[in-house]
Each structure stands twice: as structure tokens, then as C-alpha cells.
């Protein structure tokens, strides 16, 4: 069954299989800003954030997508030194931490915690998702890198 709540600012983070909240209103990602969201769904099982924005659509995002994508500051390119998070295909996704009215802190189950998914970030990324992906898998092919977490060679124990 699933778990509904009304958000009340400020929200300690949300450990339920099962988080979904309805935004009083449309919460404005900043002064002047047209976006805004009016509920979030973590379905911890499927691995999956639904984000229902004020103009009306929805997106479902991937927890790999939104942590290969974080907008933190370890994931910020700086120069040509591009460093791409290899090894995120099982990341799960913990809980939610609602930022003041503009933003959603994801808490992974790699320990990352850091990025701000501001609701224009959001929108953005839902309306670029399969290319951002593409790109993604095409810098992990040119790093030799993988999705799926590295296996080690196992020592055998004599």
C-alpha cells in the first residue's frame, strides 16, 4: 500500500518503501521561475523518482540516471579532466530531503548525498533524459569503464 503524506517544511528524510507526496500549491523552484513540482514518488523497489510538475507532466527517473546526472560538485566537469561515474547500475535510492521549495536531496545507497536536483534541473533532465543517457554509456565505452560495478579478480585462499 502506498504511504501518502503532506509535506511539512522543514521534513527529516523519509525511510518508507514507499514515499509519495503531494506539494501544497506548486512548489516554485526560484523567484522567477515558471517550473515547479506538485508531487514526488520514490518507488524504492523499482529503483524509480515520478515527478509530477506544475505544467502538468510527469517523468519517471532512474536511480542511475539521477546519479550519474548529480548536479554535485564531484560531478561538475572542470577542464578536460571528465570523470564519469562507472559501476552506478544497481545504485538504489535511500530517501528524499526536501531542499525549501526548489530542490530534492536524494540519498543513495552508494552514500552519495551531495546533489541538489533543483525542480528546473529535474524538468530539464526529463526532457533530455534518453540523449543524457546516451552520453553517458558512449563516455564509459571511450574510459573503458562500465555500468555495472566492478568484480575484482578474487583471491584464492590456499
Known sequence: MMQTA?????????????????????????AGSAIGVTALHLHKKDKVLEVT?????????????LRVCSPSAENVIKGSNVKVPAG????????????GNYAVRINFDDL???GLYTWDFLHGLGQGKFSRA?????????????????????????
Do not use: W
Not at 510538475?53 to 540516471?65: I, K, N, P, Q, Y
Open 134 to 158: 546516451k552520453q553517458y554509456i558512449a563516455a564509459l565505452r571511450e574510459q573503458g569503464a562500465s555500468r555495472d560495478p566492478y568484480k575484482g579478480k578474487q583471491q584464492s585462499r590456499q
Open 112 to 114: 552519495h548525498n551531495t
Open 88 to 99: 552506478r547500475r544497481h545504485v538504489g535510492m535511500m530517501s528524499l530531503e526536501l531542499v
Open 6 to 30: 503532506r509535506l511539512i517544511f522543514p521534513r527529516p528524510p523519509c525511510y518508507a518503501q514507499a514515499f509519495s507526496c503531494r506539494l501544497s500549491g506548486s512548489a516554485a523552484s526560484k
Open 53 to 65: 510538475f506544475s505544467d502538468g507532466s510527469t517523468r519517471r527517473f532512474s536511480a542511475e540516471l
